[in-house]
């Protein structure tokens, strides 16, 4: 069974850090791209930032310079350290891991349950 467990969510204020952590379960940890998203209120889900298997790594526009993603292959998670947080940052944010199954010829992607950020004074 495949699992991905979010953590490190929470309130912080605008400016802070917080230091977010996927544990993947179930899977070939390091065949598969990992990325974060985020979906705040009444918005679509967005890509917040991935990190491929050997290529590198990508940023939303709006994260650019605040944000950085990383994987431990070892330890099976990814994390993403956002620095300089602003009150938009507020959302949900969603661990995601993904390949292309040649058996199914398809992209095969898996979700966390997500965690909550919330950046407010």
């Known amino acids: 069974q495949v699992q991905l467990v979010e953590s490190g969510g929470g309130l912080v204020q605008p400016g802070g850090s917080l230091r977010l952590s996927c544990a993947a379960s179930?899977?070939?940890?390091?065949?598969?791209?990992m990325a974060w998203y985020r979906q705040a209120p009444g918005k679509q889900r967005e890509l917040v930032a991935s990190?491929?298997?050997?290529?590198?790594?990508n940023y939303g526009d709006s994260v650019k310079d605040r944000f950085i993603i990383s994987r431990d292959n070892l330890q099976n998670t990814v994390y993403l350290q956002m620095d300089s947080l602003k009150p938009e940052d507020t959302a949900v944010y969603y661990c995601n891991a993904g390949r292309y199954d040649s058996l199914i010829r398809n992209w095969r992607d898996y979700w966390g349950q997500g965690t909550q950020v919330t950046v407010s004074s």
């Open positions: 179930g899977i070939y940890f390091s065949v598969y791209s």
């Open positions: 990190i491929p298997v050997g290529g590198t790594t």
